[in-house]
């Protein structure tokens, strides 16, 4: 595809429930990042992915957040039991990973609601 | 432990004033520094680099490595640059950190 893209775009969701979203890389980028942007916050750094190597979980907030990835491509982020503090947008990006000044291409994000 | 610091959470000016963007970022390597912006409604994106020195839309940011700091700039402030900016290091083969970010505000 022409960018990063992210699925759902919305989604809602009760207490309790697991949730799992998706990107979509551009094609050929070996680096993956998820970041979650609260309601006037920032973003704050959830899991970086970067070729065969072992995901950086630094970012990861508790053991209900999961990310996978598949070689290069597609990367799922799962929330289970998700709770109210949960509701976020989670924004993807990908990038080449490697070189110097390498531009990170953001997905539209997903918005999260826990009702 | 690398860190970007953005130290205002909001900052508002007229149309045609200067701007300025605080940025400061802790880091013991050589940094890659970037801007990002992200307009009402659209995805993040890339508003301009350290390296390539260049302006965009009229911003600037120069590095300053004894200061620690790429404050971003614009010596007239147009309505459209009303936007979320991030501040945002590399390091390790690209990975990014980025700043709470600074919500600017022209007003007409």
């Known amino acids: 595809g022409a960018g990063v893209s992210q699925s759902p775009s919305n989604k809602v969701t009760e207490k309790g429930k697991d949730v799992e979203l998706r990107c979509d890389p551009i094609?050929?980028?070996?680096?993956l990042y998820w970041y979650r942007q609260r309601l006037g916050q920032g973003l704050e750094f959830l899991i970086y992915?970067?070729?065969?190597?072992?995901?950086?979980k630094s970012g990861l907030p508790s053991d209900r957040f999961s990310a996978e990835r598949t070689g290069e491509s597609v990367s799922t982020l799962t929330i289970q039991r998700t709770q109210q503090e949960d509701s976020a947008v989670y924004l993807c990006?990908?990038?080449?990973?490697?070189?110097?000044?390498?531009?990170?291409?953001f997905g539209q994000g997903t918005r999260l609601t826990v009702v | 432990a690398q860190r970007v610091t953005q130290p205002e959470k909001l900052l508002s000016v007229f149309k045609g004033a200067p701007v300025e963007l605080k940025c400061n970022y802790s880091y013991s390597g050589s940094p890659e520094l970037f801007w990002y912006v992200q307009y009402s409604r659209q995805r993040l994106q890339l508003l301009l680099r350290h390296i390539s020195r260049e302006s965009i839309k009229g911003f600037t940011a120069d590095l300053n490595k004894g200061e620690t700091s790429f404050h971003l700039k614009k010596p007239f402030a147009q309505e459209e640059d009303s936007a979320m900016y991030y501040c945002?290091?590399?390091?390790?083969?690209?990975?990014?950190?980025f700043g709470s970010g600074t919500k600017l505000n022209v007003k007409p």
């Open positions: 945002a290091l590399a390091y390790n083969f690209n990975k990014f950190y």
């Open positions: 992915f970067q070729g065969n190597s072992a995901p950086d």
């Open positions: 094609s050929g980028h070996t680096a």
């Open positions: 990006a990908s990038s080449l990973g490697t070189g110097h000044s390498t531009e990170a291409f």
